[in-house]
């Protein structure tokens, strides 16, 4: 049940009967809660939505709903505030109904259809493959699973997307590094140039080819090794990075080569002659760019892409004066094979130094999709590691940057994946060890995760002081929730059946954080309780003298329990039973 939707469809007849007005523009009106819970339980902008297209005033016009709204046998009171907004107190027995309807639906509270099983391509990650996931991975890795697991509760085809940048210079680095670490297996002693990794994770690489080639390479030029140790070490790489994305409980169903765009069939070439059959391609020369000019620009006749015609501010070349493809040109060549595979909607979550590529790539899309579909490039903003204030050394294992895997290792996978959406993907982000262990409400992973556990600690005190009481979910559906009637109980539940709403609003955003956001705010109103029960023992939610008073706060501690279960689940972070 969303009891946001449900209101928004009874404001919408009431504003149909009173006004006249169309269906395109009732559409448009918003329910949530309003700023200030002094105000009331639900707010909606009905009136300021329609009054311009129906030439009204909006107060006069707020006034005639609200009469409307004043007859609905679930709502105690509708009144006017300000320009024209409306204010809904609910009663009391539709909280109540609200609780109830959560106890029915179970795990599957929450769970929308907005997605309406359209499929969603989301690629995350994407490291290039030449060395572990170092901690500057771990933003992105974590944001687009948890966004993905989002999408897939708002009812949502998910398809989670690795793409292996193995195509660049890069990896032919990595390979000549590679080469050194098994030159140094086989017995000599070497040095690691600077331009090369140097990081100790390529010995076990270099051992492994001296185990399987021998000598073989030895003294060899490149041409006759490159290739080879180049596609070992990129496998080796791969392996060691889905141990590391394994760390954090994170797994994607698709790896997509960037090499196989090239490999055999030409796709580049292909997504470029389709493109160039829609018009889209042309010859041409490019005007030099205000200010300092970037390295890859030409005084030259360019194959170029029409970016210009989908809202970019340049044509964009697709080829190098060696006759290469760009980066670009690739690019748009592996969104194309997406398209091919049915994903007009794509997302591609990226480091925050991928600015500057946003708007060509979302040009290029429009292109390839004809409109029909979008993408949506999230951007991820560095994250500085911490310890007491002070920033973190680099791993002496990686050779010059920490590693997901030394983070995981100190700090466990719940309070990664938390932290690392506990604040906008856009906005930086501190993390600090110290602050991210420590057990106490400032640390907001602890402080929901704690919720949790305080909910089955009422239920194994329930079996304890009256073993006799059934708290299955049967018994707790069956529940007098009318004995509910305490201001803190009734604010649980209005925060409870905010849930939904928030599951929706994230979804349709791209922002996770929204959820974990949400979860601190129920914790918090959780435990708020719990100490008031400390103080007013009538509010306790287990008293043995009287059984239905404890069965409703057992349903509703019930309630608790079920939305922070289903929100920690969408984050990838654990519900405790008990705290350690």
């Known amino acids: ?60 016009l707020a006034t005639h709903i609200a009469a409307a709204l004043a007859s609905d046998p679930d709502i105690d009171s509708a009144e006017v ?17 609200a609780l109830g309807a959560l106890i029915a639906e179970g795990d599957a509270y929450g769970r929308s259809a907005i997605g309406a099983g359209a499929k969603v391509n989301v690629e995350y990650v994407s490291a290039n493959p030449t060395g572990p996931m170092h901690v500057g991975h771990t933003r992105g890795a974590v944001f687009g699973d948890a966004l993905a697991s989002l999408l897939d509760f708002a009812g949502y085809a998910v398809s989670r997307e690795y793409y292996i940048n193995d195509a660049g ?145 340049v044509d964009r070349p697709l080829k190098k004066s060696d006759g290469s493809y760009t980066y670009f040109a690739s690019d748009i060549a592996y969104h194309y094979d997406k398209y091919l595979r049915g994903f007009a909607d794509m997302i591609d979550v990226l480091g925050a130094d991928h600015g500057g590529y946003v708007k060509r790539m979302q040009a290029a899309v429009k292109a390839i999709t004809g409109g029909e579909g979008q993408l949506d490039v999230r951007l991820c903003q560095l994250v500085r590691l911490m310890r007491n204030g002070e920033p973190v050394k680099m791993s002496k294992r990686a050779g010059d940057f920490v590693t997901l895997r030394d983070v995981v290792e100190e700090v466990g996978r719940d309070p990664i994946r938390f932290m690392m959406l506990y604040r906008k993907n856009d906005a930086p982000l501190d993390f600090d060890f110290a602050k991210v262990t420590e057990q106490s409400k400032d640390n907001p992973v602890f402080y929901v995760q ?81 100490n008031r029960g400390k103080e007013l023992p009538q509010l306790r939610f287990i008293n043995a003298g009287e059984p239905d008073s404890t069965l409703a706060r057992l349903a509703l501690v019930h309630g608790v329990k079920l939305v922070l279960a289903s929100g920690l689940s969408i984050l990838g972070v654990s519900a405790p039973e008990e705290m350690r």
Do not use: C
């Open 1 to 60: 049940m969303n009891i946001f939707n449900d209101f928004a469809a009874r404001i919408r007849a009431a504003a149909a009967r009173t006004t006249g007005a169309a269906e395109s523009e009732l559409a448009r009106l918003t329910v949530e809660p309003p700023r200030d819970a002094a105000n009331g339980d639900l707010a909606t902008n009905a009136a300021m939505v329609l009054a311009k297209p129906l030439g009204r005033n909006p107060r006069e």
């Open 81 to 97: 505030a300000g320009p024209g907004f409306i204010n809904l107190r609910l009663k009391r027995e539709t909280w109540q109904q």
């Open 169 to 313: 210079a890069q990896v032919d680095v990595l390979a000549r590094s590679a080469y050194l670490r098994y030159r140094e297996a086989l017995g000599e002693t070497i040095a690691i140039p600077e331009g090369l990794y140097p990081g100790d994770y390529l010995k076990p690489v270099g051992a492994a080819l001296a185990a399987r080639y021998g000598d073989r390479f030895v003294g060899k030029p490149e041409s006759d090794w490159l290739a080879i140790v180049r596609q070992e070490t990129v496998d080796a790489m791969l392996a060691l990075i889905r141990s590391d994305l394994d760390l954090l409980n994170i797994h994607h169903e698709v790896f997509f080569s960037e090499r196989s765009l090239q490999t055999g069939k030409d796709r580049v070439a292909e997504a470029i002659a389709w493109l160039a059959s829609k018009g889209l391609i042309y010859q041409g020369k490019l005007p030099p760019p205000k200010g300092q000019l970037p390295e890859d620009w030409e005084d030259r006749e360019q194959t170029l892409f029409r970016a210009t015609e989908f809202g970019d501010d």
């Open 450 to 530: 704690y919720a949790h556990a305080r909910t089955a600690s009422v239920f194994r005190q329930a079996a304890q002081e009256i073993p006799a009481l059934k708290v299955d979910p049967e018994s707790l559906a069956r529940a007098r929730l009318t004995k509910l009637d305490d201001v803190g109980e009734l604010a649980l539940i209005r925060r409870l059946a905010e849930y939904p709403r928030i599951v929706e609003s994230a979804a349709e955003a791209h922002e996770p954080h929204r959820v974990a956001f949400y979860l601190h705010d129920l914790a918090s109103e959780f435990h708020a309780h719990w």
